[in-house]
Nanobody
């Protein structure tokens, strides 16, 4: 059974940092491109960052460039999102996604990030 389990969300003050983790099981993690998406209340889900299967390439949404860093550990089957200089507009539910052209796309259940003073 494929599972993606996010953790690390919470309440943080503006300017603070959080590190999200997404632990995968039941799939061959190393063949999947991994991404973080987020969905704020009343808005559509949007792509935040992607890292390719071998970890050689990363891509970021313009509004998080320079503040967020995506990384992965293929041995631990985990993808991370380090979020620095957080802003209130970063408040959202953050979702982990695993995507493979051969095996399809999988989603985690999400973790809430709230940036507020």
């Amino acid at each position: 059974q494929v599972q993606l389990v996010e953790s690390g969300g919470g309440l943080v003050q503006p300017g603070g940092s959080l590190r999200l983790s997404c632990a995968a099981s039941g799939l061959t993690f190393s063949v999947y491109d991994m991404s973080w998406y987020r969905q704020a209340p009343g808005k559509e889900r949007e792509l935040v960052a992607t890292i390719t299967s071998a970890g050689g390439r990363t891509n970021y949404a313009e509004h998080v460039k320079g503040r967020f860093t995506i990384s992965r550990d293929n041995v631990k089957k985990t993808v991370y999102l380090q979020m620095n200089s957080l802003k209130p507009e970063d408040t959202a539910i953050y979702y982990c996604n695993a995507d493979s052209k051969l095996w399809g796309s999988r989603w985690g259940q999400g973790t809430q990030v709230t940036v507020s003073s």
